[in-house]
């Protein structure tokens, strides 16, 4: 029988993770982050990208739905509050919305989610499943991809300042205000995660549950070069830049 | 092909369910209000029910997880937010172990829902499952039983005072502020059954929702009566008057 590992030794795993598959590291972060993105493919990514934004709440509720701790509930509770809002115009999906409208898109539109890609929808939905089915230690786990925001979400924020007339203190308000809730988030999963995760199997269950997570956001971006870098096909009924909706 | 109703025939329809179903008729309601229980009697009562109120969140958090409106999942939320509180010794959960504690139970031992009955588990695990898997407006419509709710915490409130020396405004303080939580819970459900049961099925799923929740209430009756009344076979495993546990 294999010995379980330390907690440490599991951290340093798990960070090692986002060092090698975090989305931060595709292709279409690249071309985004260095300001070589053209509207259209800016307008791509913003509104594929609220679909994500869209389903994080349901993701976070199923969550909850399964703990049987208050506190634990309680604690996570704060997630949809983040991204809910206490009120219309109020949250995370809505300072989305913002974005989505400050690069020319619009909210009806984007909130129809009617022009996302499919295979989006297919991770994303993948994602809600998989927080909803297995082991709550693993769906935990799979939030801890915020250990690897904060970088992300810095850098975004100066380089789209920097390469796009669209990025405003308005605009960039979804990132400046994650970069204050990531953190308090991911350091209650990571002590959850290091706690709770004491046999090999469920060591190895959080591991790949946090490579699943960043499969799921690699793929995302993946189908956003495949549809409007190179090659360049948009699949049917997908948003094509320029067109009306 | 039948013609939908009109909403407010549907609510007439719904009310009827609780005229009809609701748990305040069944004979182990009757003799709680009655007096007539002994205090072993009334701890199996608080301490099963407790497990009921314990699923409460998860069973409105497995609601919120589908549902794709930001402003009906805020409303939703409210829900968890009354039962989980905002921090330790708040919410609907802890008003109900302060009625254990007032009974004689421990606390411990309550939260561990050890002693719970296995037909209450069925029953109220049921509910959980029905509320994530049947379509929305079902699940909306079973916490329709809160139309029915206030009446029977009104005159539990005034019985369970006048004949049980546990009863203190302490104790009674969870029924004391459902009065105050659940109408604007079932004004809210209700206006959205109304709303979002249109067709023929979808109607008469609403009703067959209600009478699931109803039936589900007295299951729990039914199991409290024969284990703790009569005939009195206390199953295994389950409660006992008057041994600790």
């Known amino acids: 029988m294999s010995q379980p590992m330390s907690a440490d030794e599991l951290e340093r795993r798990l960070r090692a993770i986002g060092a090698e598959r975090y989305h931060d590291r595709h292709p279409f972060h690249t071309l985004l982050h260095g300001g070589r993105l053209d509207k259209g493919q800016v307008q791509a990514w913003v509104l594929n990208r609220y679909y994500y934004q869209s389903?994080?709440?349901?993701?976070?509720?199923?969550?909850?739905?399964?703990?049987?701790?208050p506190a634990?509930?309680?604690?996570?509770?704060?997630?949809?509050?983040?991204?809910?809002?206490?009120?219309?115009?109020?949250?995370?999906?809505?300072?989305?919305?913002?974005?989505?409208?400050?690069?020319?898109?619009?909210?009806?539109?984007?909130?129809?989610?009617?022009?996302?890609?499919?295979?989006?929808?297919?991770?994303?939905?993948?994602y809600v499943r998989f927080v909803r089915e297995r082991p709550l230690v693993e769906a935990v786990a799979s939030s801890l991809t915020e250990l690897f925001a904060?970088?992300?979400?810095?850098?975004?924020?100066?380089?789209?300042?920097?390469?796009?007339?669209?990025?405003?203190?308005?605009?960039?308000?979804?990132?400046?205000?994650?970069?204050?809730?990531?953190?308090?988030?991911?350091?209650?999963?990571?002590?959850?995660?290091?706690?709770?995760?004491?046999?090999?199997?469920?060591?190895?269950g959080v591991?790949?549950?946090?490579?699943?997570?960043?499969?799921?956001?690699?793929?995302?971006?993946?189908?956003?070069y495949a549809a409007y870098v190179e090659p360049g096909h948009i699949p049917p009924g997908a948003f094509v830049p320029g067109k009306d909706p």
Chains 1, 2 share one sequence.
């Not at 389903?55 to 703990?67: C, F, N, T, W, Y």
């Open 55 to 69: 389903r994080i709440p349901m993701k976070d509720a199923a969550l909850i739905s399964r703990v049987e701790d």
């Open 207 to 224: 591991i790949d549950a946090l490579i699943f997570k960043t499969d799921m956001l690699w793929a995302q971006l993946d189908a956003l």
């Open 72 to 126: 634990l509930r309680r604690q996570w509770r704060g997630r949809i509050v983040d991204h809910d809002g206490c009120g219309p115009g109020d949250g995370g999906i809505e300072r989305w919305l913002v974005l989505a409208e400050g690069v020319g898109l619009d909210r009806a539109y984007v909130m129809s989610t009617a022009g996302v890609l499919a295979a989006t929808r297919f991770a994303v939905d993948a």
């Open 150 to 204: 904060p970088a992300i979400h810095r850098e975004r924020i100066a380089s789209l300042l920097e390469h796009y007339d669209f990025a405003n203190e308005k605009t960039m308000a979804y990132f400046n205000r994650r970069l204050e809730e990531a953190p308090k988030d991911v350091e209650f999963g990571l002590d959850y995660v290091r706690r709770e995760a004491r046999t090999p199997e469920q060591q190895q």
